[in-house]
């Protein structure tokens, strides 16, 4: 997927797709998770497809749930739920950074005159 570090450093426009790639990919990962909140939110809690996407927003966010829960497979979801959030946010960050990290890492070893 990324070029050896042998090899030239990408030009900056194929270096921008690349990120944009992963951005998105990132970004379809938050929206799938936003939705199976807003699913278990729903179904679960019997909450309006509005307020489950306000409480699954707001888990996702960082802020913590919005409705108060009422029953046992809501809150056990609840907990569930903003653990994998929790997870989803750091697999995202290191999905969008992950080119920008190689990148630099890249351009690091460029000037290095010894082979591994």
Do not use: C, Q
Not at 9 to 24: D, E, Q, S, W, Y
Not at 27 to 43: D, N
């Amino acid at each position: 997927m990324y070029e050896h570090h042998r090899e030239p450093l990408i030009p900056r426009r194929v270096f921008v797709g690349r990120l944009t790639k992963h951005a998105l990919a990132a970004l379809s990962l938050v929206f799938g998770t936003l939705w199976v909140g807003m699913a278990g939110y729903h179904w679960l809690e019997g909450l309006s497809w509005v307020d489950a996407y306000l409480n699954a927003a707001m888990i996702l966010g960082g802020m913590g749930p919005v409705a108060e829960l009422h029953t046992t497979a809501g809150k056990l979801f609840a907990g569930s739920y903003a653990l994998f959030a929790g997870i989803v946010f750091l697999v995202g960050v290191g999905v969008v950074f992950a080119p920008v990290v190689h990148r630099a890492m890249h351009r690091f070893h460029l000037g290095e005159k010894w082979r591994m």
